[in-house]
């Protein structure tokens, strides 16, 4: 058996090996994850993406205004017409929002928190009707 090293320099090389080794089995593999990533996070600071035209405080914003909405709805101060009225003027705050990417999860988050609400369901025609308006 070898003499000349002691064990905590062995264990101290074998931990530097073996993060080399992670290390790149890590970007070898997780590369495309880790390129999306730095990519989302070069487009929230320097501005919105060429393919969502929006900030992404404004759609979080819009959500809250969805979510307060429909609570309001569910808490008895506006029914099904007044809430899609209401909806619609929202929407219409924000056009850019309208055609982005986001626009189908924002549909998705209006249908689920009416669904906790147990209000009325928006089909995918009463959505449009309400981004038109």
């Keep these: 058996m070898l003499t000349e090293i002691s064990w905590p320099d062995f264990l101290r090389t074998l931990g530097m090996v073996l993060a080399v080794y992670y290390l790149i089995v890590g970007l070898r593999f997780h590369f495309p994850v880790l390129k999306a990533l730095i990519g989302h996070r070069k487009r929230i600071f320097h501005g919105p993406g060429p393919a ?22 569910g808490d008895g101060h506006l029914d ?17 929002a309208k055609g982005s990417t986001e626009r189908r999860w924002l549909e998705e988050l209006l249908a689920s928190e009416c669904a906790k609400q147990g209000l009325k369901h928006f089909t995918s025609a009463e959505t449009d009707r309400l981004w038109q308006a």
């Design 52 to 73: 969502s035209g929006t900030d992404p405080s404004r759609i979080l914003d819009l959500a809250n205004r969805i979510r307060e909405a429909v609570q309001m709805a």
């Design 80 to 96: 099904n017409d007044e809430l899609g009225d209401f909806l619609a003027v929202v929407l219409s705050e924000y056009p850019l």
